[in-house]
C-alpha cells in the first residue's frame, strides 16, 4: 500500500523555484506527527541521497549542495511535508522523494521529477 505521495515537480530554467509536497497516507497518520522525515533525491546514474531532513519537533539539517536554498518543512495537522527549492540549479535534476529519517523500504512512493534546464 502506498504510504506517501510526493508531488509538485516539473521543469524550470535555472534560478527558478519549485515548492514539492509529500502526503501521508490515512495508514500512518497516527505515527507521522512523532516521525523524523526527509527528502531525498536520486539523479540518473547516482545513487539516492538525503538533502534534507526534520524532527518532530522541527529541527532541520540540510545537505551542503543544498544549503541556504532549501527549505524544509512539515504540516502535522495535515500530515504533509514540503521542500521549497529556490535558486535551482542543474545539478538538482532528479526523481526526488519523501520518506522517514532514516528511510523505510516499504515507505518509497513513485517520486517527483524536478528538472532544471534552460
Known amino acids: 500500500q502506498v504510504q506517501l505521495v510526493e508531488s509538485g515537480g516539473g521543469l524550470v530554467q535555472p534560478g527558478g523555484s519549485l515548492r514539492l509536497s509529500c502526503a501521508a497516507s490515512r495508514s500512518i497518520f497516527s505515527i507521522y506527527s512523532f516521525t523524523a522525515m526527509g527528502w531525498y533525491r536520486q539523479a540518473p546514474g547516482k545513487q539516492r541521497e538525503l538533502v534534507a531532513a526534520?524532527?518532530?519537533?522541527?529541527?532541520?539539517n540540510y545537505a551542503d549542495s543544498v544549503k541556504g536554498r532549501f527549505t524544509i518543512s512539515r504540516d502535522n495537522a495535515k500530515k504533509t511535508l514540503y521542500l521549497q527549492m529556490n535558486s535551482l540549479k542543474p545539478e538538482d535534476t532528479a526523481v526526488y522523494y519523501c520518506?522517514?529519517?532514516?528511510?523505510?523500504?516499504?515507505?518509497w512512493g513513485q517520486g517527483t521529477q524536478v528538472t532544471v534546464s534552460s
Open positions: 520518506n522517514k529519517d532514516p528511510s523505510r523500504p516499504d515507505y
Open positions: 526534520i524532527t518532530s519537533g522541527g529541527s532541520t
